[in-house]
């Protein structure tokens, strides 16, 4: 009962015309703001949200015990906006999407422990809102009341997650359908719920985390299916005739989704190569320097020379006489190039794994191993060779550095890494689990 009060209490507030949403921003603004008593600065600044940054709009001299920003002709978007001291300090924020000239009086925080808006009821919510947000409360009444206003798309998009139907699992083969049908439904409707085209949501710190969706929610997690899943994803901000500011809102989500893949597992490598020669290649607002251009560029580069496909140059390092061996000398059918290091934990557990797997199928599969330690700890590189028995080509940056740095040409910040190519040095398969070894070596007996 107490819920449908206040529901409609705040339709009573506002009731919004549907179109509103749709018209232009008027010119002219005037805001007055009553400071607390404590508050004696010279200047206080406006400041707006564009996506990511925030932009001073207008500054105000303390004159007759209030700040007035006025401006008649200026176009202030609908957004989220704040009154700040020069250092930063946050002395109110507010919203402004209806009403561009009203009071906020700042003296009633001590009595009332908020601030008392006049002419803006759009505020008297927004400050409800803000309220309900702090002591976890139910924020569906705020959408439902004025689902077009701002405040409306803005919680609709941060807070409301879309709802997935429920679908019938039944028997095994049951199951496995109705998994495909959510998955399907989850990548297809996952953002639903945010308006990517409604240009004052950047105006907004509107945060959708697509690191969540896209290394979680998206299934499988083949590149195929990602990119499939970014394609559409990408395309909820561009109208046929884009504006500046939907592009400038693609690419802010274009970085979220670089800085996702960038460092992501090396399955991912394809993914962060597509996004960067699709879209960030050709794309030019604020939000993506021409120098993180450049950048992003470059380590697409070194992910794309090691992709599953690409030839490699011959790799050549010292084995524990100092003797050079090259791929090039191999002549088995696949040789497998395992970069590692005696000192990593991972490393240590996996190698023997793998001196199993080369002991009964080296023969069969027709490969041999060049294991190469990447750091010049000699001592510890031979004590573990001798103690688990590595009886294929040992070689170590401890007896002379190879001709090229396997680190920085294969691109890999951690150890082990593990590539195979084939006799024309072709890379066949890459930095897979040591656990998908049998399976990796099936399929390459099955071409």
């Known amino acids: 009962m107490k819920q ?22 008027p010119a002219g603004f005037e805001i007055n703001f009553k400071p607390p008593q404590n508050i004696i600065d010279k200047y206080v600044y406006l400041v707006g949200n564009y ?86 409360q139910n924020l569906e009444v705020y959408y439902n009341t004025a689902p077009e206003s701002l405040l409306g798309k803005f919680i609709l998009a941060q807070y409301i997650p879309v709802r997935v139907p429920e679908f019938h699992w039944g028997s095994h083969e049951g199951s496995e359908g109705a998994a495909q049908q959510y998955y399907k439904y989850l990548i297809n409707h996952y953002f639903d719920n945010v308006d990517f085209k409604d240009e004052r949501l950047m105006h907004t710190p509107l945060d959708i985390n697509v690191k969540e969706f896209f290394l979680e929610s998206v299934f499988p997690q083949t590149a195929e299916v990602m990119i499939d899943a970014i394609e559409k994803f990408l395309a909820r901000f561009i109208d046929e005739n884009p504006t500046q500011v939907q592009k400038d809102n693609q690419d802010i989500y274009l970085k979220k989704l670089i800085h996702t893949y960038i460092n992501a597992e090396p399955k991912y490598d394809e993914v962060f190569i597509y996004l960067v020669d699709n879209y960030v290649a050709k794309t030019n607002t604020e939000f993506i320097s021409s120098a993180e251009r450049d950048v992003f560029k470059r380590i697409a580069d070194r992910k794309r020379r090691t992709l599953t496909g690409e030839t490699i140059p011959a790799f050549e390092s010292y084995t524990i006489d100092r003797h050079k061996i090259s791929t090039a000398d191999i002549k088995s059918k696949y040789t497998i190039l395992w970069f590692w290091d005696p000192d990593c934990e991972h490393c240590s557990e996996y190698t023997p ?21 990447v750091t010049e700890d000699y001592d510890r590189w031979v004590k573990f060779i001798h103690e688990h028995h590595l009886e294929w080509f040992n070689t170590s940056y401890a007896m002379g550095t190879p001709n090229y740095d396997a680190v920085e040409y294969f691109n890999f910040a951690d150890t082990p890494a593990v590539f195979v190519i084939d006799q024309q040095h072709k890379i066949v398969a890459r930095q897979f689990h040591i656990d998908d070894l049998f399976e990796v070596f099936e399929s390459l007996s099955q071409e």
């Open 4 to 25: 449908f009060f206040h529901f409609l209490f705040l339709s009573f507030l506002i009731i919004l015309p549907l179109w509103a949403c749709s018209q232009p921003n």
């Open 51 to 136: 996506g990511t940054k925030t932009w001073v709009v207008d500054s105000a001299k303390f004159a007759k015990k209030q700040y007035l920003f006025k401006n008649k002709k200026e176009v202030l978007p609908s957004g989220f906006y704040s009154i700040r001291l020069k250092n930063g300090k946050i002395l109110a924020d507010f919203i402004i999407d209806q009403t561009r000239n009203f009071t906020m009086d700042g003296t009633t925080i001590e009595s009332k422990g908020k601030l008392t808006f006049l002419n803006s009821e759009e505020n008297v919510v927004f400050q409800q809102f803000k309220f309900a947000l702090e002591n976890d």
């Open 353 to 373: 794994i793998l001196c199993d797997f080369y002991a009964k199928y080296h023969e069969l599969y027709q490969f041999d191993v060049i294991a190469c330690s």
